[in-house]
């Protein structure tokens, strides 16, 4: 099990529940455990952007998984993967869960290759995927016709087709720094190709809501309007069920539809708090930010660049403090690449 291993926390009074679960998921996962509903609550209270998922017991003494889940809703944590753990998911379970918009039931007996796909499944790790040589061709025929497709929409709505091209470049720029500047992260050229790529649809859902979206003109959408570009989006990118091009609708989709998360969880539409928002799609929101201010300059300067980085910096919770660094750390490939395009 490696360090970037996906921390599953285990809410059971049963020992004997726990242990089996435990012994499931040690080799996959990093395992918490918690003996009953307040002590799982304080660690998710605590540890709310260190968790990935939560194993959560319906049936507990005193607090049970749906008192957990009402203190969680109260205290507006979004965006951890719930897997409620019970002998038989009744009629009453089931319609109680999707008040707290949960889907998922594991039951017992436990069935180990069950748990370990749906957990693999939800939690699957888009950052970290070998392509092959057939992937990246079917990838970049992909992209280049559904580019072509989406820049046709751009100019006939008066949207700036170019700020989406130099979220392109700015976002191989980070990625770049990210792969070279940590040991653990396995991105070749390919991977940083194919995600840079992908930042270029984050806004493509606003092809799919009445009249698109002209010019500036969020102002006379309600905010209901504006909030559904990111799943619509998301929606349109799912669409390709190729295999060959997984890794990119994977990426793309998490683009789309989180890029307007925040790292304090203050975001939309899920409240993602947290590293539960992948690094890739958080590097896509302050890229984005960062073109919209630095663009508009005529000149690009490192002076103009350290203005822009202390605008962005003021707002804490937008983003991780490690992406704000690798955009500190890249001014000068930034300030050239801006000379030249």
């Known amino acids: 099990m490696s360090d970037n291993s996906k921390k ?44 990935d998922a939560i194993l959560l017991d319906v049936s507990m003494p005193v607090l049970d998984g749906f008192g957990v889940l009402g203190v969680m809703k109260q205290n507006n944590i979004r965006g951890i993967p719930v897997f409620l753990i019970t002998a038989e998911a009744t009629e009453a379970n089931v ?4 008040e707290f918009n949960i889907s998922e039931f594991i039951k017992k007996p436990f069935d180990r290759d069950e748990i370990l796909r749906r957990l693999k499944e939800k939690l699957r790790n888009i950052e970290y995927m070998e392509l092959s040589k ?53 991105l070749g050229a390919e991977e940083i190709e194919v ?8 806004d493509i859902g606003f ?3 009445q009249g698109g979206l002209r010019g500036n003109s969020r102002e006379e959408m309600n905010g209901e309007q ?72 005529k000149e690009h300067n490192e002076l103009q660049f350290d203005f822009v980085l202390g605008t962005l910096t003021m707002d804490k919770g937008a983003v991780s403090p490690e992406v704000v660094s690798l955009l500190a750390d890249s001014k000068f490939n930034i300030v050239a690449y801006y000379s030249i395009s």
Not at 35 to 50: A, F, H, Q, R
Not at 195 to 202: G, L, V, Y
Not at 252 to 272: L, V
């Open 226 to 297: 504006y909030q559904s570009h990111t799943s619509l989006g998301a929606e349109l990118v799912r669409l390709n069920g190729t295999k060959e091009c997984e890794y990119f609708v994977s990426v793309c989709a998490d683009m789309c539809e989180n890029h307007h998360e925040r790292y304090d969880g203050g975001g939309f539409p899920n409240r993602i708090a947290g590293k539960n928002n992948s690094i890739y799609t958080q590097m896509c929101r302050l890229v984005d930010e960062f073109d919209y201010l630095y663009y508009k300059y």
């Open 134 to 186: 057939e992937d990246v061709l079917a990838t970049r025929r992909y992209i280049f016709n559904f580019k072509e497709l989406y820049k046709k929409y751009l100019v006939n709505f008066n949207r700036d087709t170019g700020h989406y091209m130099r979220m392109v470049g700015l976002m191989k720029i980070l990625l770049n720094k990210y792969a070279a500047s940590n040991v653990g992260v396995q």
């Open 95 to 98: 319609k109680h869960a999707v």
């Open 195 to 202: 995600i840079s790529e992908a930042a270029f649809f984050c």
């Open 8 to 51: 599953v926390l285990i809410v059971d009074d049963s020992e004997i529940d726990r242990e089996v679960l435990k012994s499931i998921l040690c080799d996959e996962f990093q395992v918490t455990e918690a003996v009953n509903g307040y002590e799982g609550l304080e660690i998710i209270l605590s540890k709310k952007n260190e968790i």
């Open 207 to 209: 092809m799919l809501l």
